[in-house]
Every structure is written in C-alpha cells, then in structure tokens.
C-alpha cells in the first residue's frame, strides 16, 4: 500500500500526517488526531498513523506542547521524572495539548474538508491522559483509543476527567492499559470504566476497557500490534 506523507502546521500545531488514496476520501472516511509519549515526537508513531491510514483514515501524528519542533528549551529540567516541579509540568503540557484539540479540528474541518461527524483522537502514555482530556475539551469527537494512559491526573484536580464520568457519552471509548505497567498504573483508567459502564447502558457497545496482563509499560510487541490493531477496527467501526 503507498501512503501519503505530508509535514504541516495546523493551528500552529506541528502535524505528520498519512493517508492512503485520496485524500480528499480519506478526510470524508474520518480523521484520527495521535498523541505520542512523554519525550516522544509526532514521527515516534509513524508507524501506527498508517496502521490506521490503511483503515482508510485520515492520520494525524501531532507534537504534545513542548515536544518534537516545539520542544522546551528546558525540556531534560522540566519533565526529569525527579524534579520537584514534575508533577506540574506534565499537567501543563496534557492540559495546553488537549486545549488544542477544538483549533484542530476546525483547521481541519474548514480548510481541510475533514467530515465533522468523523472525529476521533487517541494517543499513548502521555498521548493517553491528553485523549481522555481532549474528550472533555471537545464534544465533536465521536471515539478515542487511549493507551497505556490514564484519566486520573490529579484527585485535587477539579479538571481531571476522572471527576466527569458524565461527560463521555456517547463517545465510543476504548481504553487499553497494561497490567504490569510501572509507569502508569491501569487502576486509574480500569476503575474510571466501571464508572462509565452504568452511563453507557443504553449502548454498552460504545465502551470498552482491555488489559494486557503480561505486559509492562513497554508492551510485549505482540501485545502492542494487537492493541493498534484493535484500536484501527474501534475508530472505523461507527463509520461503517
């Protein structure tokens, strides 16, 4: 299959994305947002933007607020896992990225020709907290595929979307964790889906929560491939 590769700024936002065919189609069949990983870049994922542009999506990878072009100057002091200020600055960058996710979509939706019923967005580690966010930022997102994230930010946060269960539906909503993570624990997206289950009982279909047993943060490659996988089929299906 030939993909298309294409580097842009969409709402000031440094953006890669992929699509195979045309793209005019592509943009029609749904447009898929992708957050990479703390310290990662939107070309990380290259890889999993075609798994889904071979769905027949329009992919697109995305630098999280002091990332890839637009990385902090400062960034090895600010994000270091053991810097006091740590816990503050990874919050900084989940929330300003998912507070960017309403410009892109109407970048794409109005100079673009991306559908605006076919909106989705999904992201891993820390791509996975700015999904769960960007659900609550904006309401024209129709499913999300986060993984090995987390909607649990802060219990002292009022904004933290495990607060706002209330909030999801009818977004289809896949959460993927590992069960032996040691970065991000799965309790906090695993007991956030027990919650949604009760608002999701007239469509139980929309919701679904999976978690790899035998895989640590850095998911066995068997593991990972069936999670994109699963993640590709997710989005497309309320298209079909």
């Given amino acids: 299959m030939v993909f298309h590769t294409s580097r842009l700024s969409l709402a000031g936002v440094p953006a890669l994305t992929v699509h195979a065919g045309p793209r005019e189609e592509a943009l029609q069949r749904g447009v898929v947002l992708f957050f990479h990983g703390l310290g990662g870049s939107k070309e990380v ?61 109407d970048t794409l939706v109005t100079h673009h020709g991306a559908n605006p019923a076919r909106l989705s967005v999904g992201g891993v580690s820390l791509g996975g907290f700015i999904t769960y966010g960007a659900l609550l930022a904006e309401r024209r997102l129709h499913a999300a595929v986060p993984l090995l994230g987390s909607p649990l930010w802060d219990d002292a946060l009022p904004h933290s979307p495990h607060h706002h269960p209330e909030r999801l539906f009818p977004v289809a909503l896949f959460s993927q964790t590992a069960g ?31 978690e790899f047993p035998l895989s640590a943060h850095m998911m066995r490659p068997e593991d990972w491939e069936e999670a994109i996988r699963d993640a590709a089929d997710w989005l497309v299906r309320p298209l079909a």
């Fill in 45 to 105: 994922h290259e890889r999993e933007l075609q798994r889904f542009a071979e769905r027949g999506l329009f992919a697109v990878g995305l630098d999280a607020v002091g990332h890839g072009e637009r990385r902090f100057p400062d960034f090895d002091e600010r994000l270091d896992a053991g810097h006091p200020r740590f816990q503050g600055e990874f919050l900084n960058v989940i929330h300003g990225s998912a507070h960017e996710v309403p410009a892109l979509l």
């Fill in 180 to 210: 032996r993570d040691e970065v991000v624990s799965p309790r906090g997206a695993r007991e956030f889906h027990a919650r949604l289950e009760p608002l999701y009982a007239s469509a139980p279909e929309r919701l679904r929560y999976r």
